[in-house]
């Protein structure tokens, strides 16, 4: 069975940096796609990075492209989203995901993937 977990979430000022962990048990990741999500009060889960299986290709959502960055760890079964430059509107539960099937592509849809983390908070202070 497939758990994920994720860590490294808190409050920081505005400008700010962290970096969440997603650690993933009961699987070998490296073959599989992984992403990170977020989802706000009151929005839908939304796209914000993720890698296709291996790592070879990564995408972002519009929003975060130049201040995220998704990385991955397979010895250590672990994927990664260091988040800098924060602003208020990063604010938001991140969850990070896996695809239970091989995709070259990275896919975007909450429906692609079929195992998700509990989410770890993310707030931003203006």
Known sequence: Q???VESGGGLVQAGGSLRLSC????????NYNMAWFRQ???????FVAGSSWGGGSTDYADSVKGHFTISR?????????QMDSLKP???AVYYCAIRNRRTAVV????ADYDYWGQGTQVTVSS
């Open 23 to 30: 650690v993933a048990t009961g699987r070998t990741f490296s």
């Open 40 to 46: 706000a009060p009151g929005r839908e889960r939304e």
């Open 73 to 81: 760890d397979n010895a250590k079964n672990t994927v990664y989203l």
């Open 107 to 110: 896919l975007t849809r909450v």
């Open 89 to 91: 509107e990063d604010t």
């Open 2 to 4: 497939v758990q994920l």
